[in-house]
């Protein structure tokens, strides 16, 4: 009498092709165009795309002039550019330094941010209500220059220096993007499309 052995089970095998486009614990399929492939998704046209996602994130960080390494490559020019219609002192307080060096911090928090939202974010609400929080602090940037400039500084354009022009001329533009952007003239957001296949 001749015994039957049962046939070893064998591992399921994958193909690695089908790996990179395949979710095995949900069976969800992405398309060649969706959000699965290792590149960074935007949902964004393209000029808000390289005005708020690209451009902004760059003159946050790394801008000698108003950027959050400003402080650390010319503290007292950062310090004393704030009101150039005025003359800085010769040294220093040193509230006035460790506000250079928060403010910085700040733009550098906010080039995170940017980048984590803008560059991340599938849904059109979230990016919507970001530059939202962005038009309203753009307010507040422009007005707080005022403050400390005072109107005839303020309207003097002439005498403005390049901190000013970013304090009060590039945070213009960015806010004036982001109204038209509201108003549709650039398009609007649009969420990826995912396609759900089981198998």
Same mark, same amino acid.
């Given at each position: 009498?001749?015994?039957?052995?049962?046939?070893?089970?064998?591992?399921?095998?994958?193909?690695?092709?089908?790996?990179?486009?395949?979710?095995?614990?949900?069976?969800?399929?992405?398309?060649?165009?969706?959000?699965?492939?290792?590149?960074?998704?935007?949902?964004?046209?393209?000029?808000?795309?390289? =005005?708020?996602?690209?451009?902004?994130?760059?003159?946050?960080?790394?801008?000698?002039?108003?950027?959050?390494?400003?402080?650390?490559?010319?503290?007292?020019?950062?310090?004393?550019?704030?009101?150039?219609?005025?003359?800085?002192?010769?040294?220093?307080?040193?509230?006035?330094?460790?506000?250079?060096?928060? =403010?910085?911090?700040?733009?550098?928090?906010?080039?995170?941010?940017?980048?984590?939202?803008?560059?991340?974010?599938?849904?059109?609400?979230?990016?919507?209500?970001?530059?939202?929080?962005?038009?309203?602090?753009?307010?507040?940037?422009?007005?707080?220059?005022?403050?400390?400039?005072?109107?005839?500084?303020?309207?003097?354009?002439?005498?403005?220096?390049?901190?000013?022009?970013?304090?009060?001329?590039?945070?213009?533009?960015?806010?004036?993007?982001?109204?038209?952007?509201?108003?549709?003239?650039?398009?609007?957001?649009?969420?990826?499309?995912?396609?759900?296949?089981?198998?």
């Amino acid at each position: 009498m001749q015994l039957l052995v049962p046939a070893k089970p064998q591992a399921p095998r994958f193909n690695q092709a089908n790996i990179l486009n395949q979710n095995y614990f949900t069976k969800r399929q992405y398309p060649e165009d969706s959000i699965s492939h290792n590149k960074m998704p935007t949902i964004f046209p393209t000029w808000p795309h390289v =005005l708020f996602g690209i451009l902004e994130p760059i003159s946050l960080y790394d801008s000698p002039v108003m950027g959050s390494l400003a402080p650390v490559f010319d503290l007292d020019g950062f310090i004393n550019g704030q009101t150039p219609h005025l003359a800085g002192p010769s040294i220093q307080h040193p509230s006035s330094v460790a506000l250079a060096y928060q =403010l910085g911090n700040l733009y550098h928090l906010l080039f995170l941010v940017g980048v984590a939202v803008l560059h991340t974010s599938t849904e059109p609400e979230v990016l919507r209500n970001y530059l939202i929080a962005l038009t309203i602090a753009d307010v507040g940037h422009v007005y707080a220059t005022y403050v400390a400039m005072g109107l005839d500084a303020f309207l003097d354009v002439g005498s403005w220096n390049a901190l000013t022009w970013g304090n009060i001329g590039a945070t213009g533009f960015l806010f004036v993007n982001r109204i038209l952007y509201f108003l549709g003239l650039f398009g609007q957001a649009r969420a990826p499309k995912v396609t759900h296949k089981n198998e």
